[in-house]
């Protein structure tokens, strides 16, 4: 690129290197002036580089050696040097709700440059942030859907109006699926793909509530993702036609006296549909009033074989989306 500007926030005055890399997106390359202690401290790649007395003919700017950075992005090296530079900065990356795709940059050059703590930061964030057990999802879904009655209803609630206590949600799940990649976090994938299948359908202009549901940014999402998304609702449906006990058979018949088969086969139902819909029957628990007209006995073992349905669900996740 023919064009050059010096970065806003990283040309510094007393740097002794400067670093150049593209940006696609300006269309321009972009000057860093930095000290190179900074960069050896953090990074052995840079440490290796720099050790070595620099030629007599190294090409300079601004009378220090220039360093043309081959492939990097101009963005993703400002928010790298971000971390390098201010280590306060990273509480509130980590914290923010779109800290994957804050991360995804820094994580692309902490590979390239072998840093490993900002690739070893960012996995233990997703770990954290995506529930790995059926209750989790649950409490997931509880605070998501009272967040949304929240803003549709406008009553006054103090958990989420409380600015110091905000209510927990998930990441993006596009920009989620991208970092497990870059950090290799496998076990993430299936997780954040299983909560993308929520977001998928369009913004639909009639429905009023439409607006205070999470959208996911599709445009990130590579090809090949797109049809692992449609083979698992097609294997997901699969395996719930197929489930040992769809209904549990061993709760019919009932001698007493009450609905329980018809309540059960409802129940079931509402599963399947659920799973037709969205690819997900983690979000979804049994309610009492649902219930209420079956006896006891029937109540408990539904009450275990819908946890057991939700668990083997939960376990087969990586073969729906593999």
Known sequence: MDRATRDSDFYIEDGNIVLVADSEKDQCAVLFRLHKSILMKHS????????????????????????????????????????????????????????????????????????????????ERLQKSWPSTVLGWQEFAEEENAQVMRAIQGYPDPRWDDPTSPPRVLPEPVSSILLARECDVTTVLPLAFLDLLQRLPEPDPMDQYDEYYKKADLDLLPADDWRRLFRARERMAAWFRYYPSSPPSDLRPCLSGKSCEAIVYRIWLKFGNQLGVCGDILRISLQEHEMENMCAACKSRLEAEVGTLQGEFLRELPNFFC
Not at 47 to 56: G, H, K, L, Q, Y
Not at 65 to 92: H, Q, W
Not at 95 to 106: E, H, I
């Open 44 to 123: 052995t790649v840079f440490a290796d580089m720099f050790s070595m007395p620099s030629p007599p003919n190294v090409e300079k700017y601004d009378n220090v050696p220039l360093v043309k950075m081959a492939g990097d992005d101009a963005d993703a090296l400002r928010d790298f040097m971000k971390l390098l530079y201010n280590p306060e900065c990273i509480s509130t990356v980590l914290n923010a709700n779109d800290f994957p795709m804050k991360l995804l940059g820094p994580c692309k050059m902490a590979r390239k440059y072998q840093v490993d703590w900002i690739r070893n930061m960012a996995v």
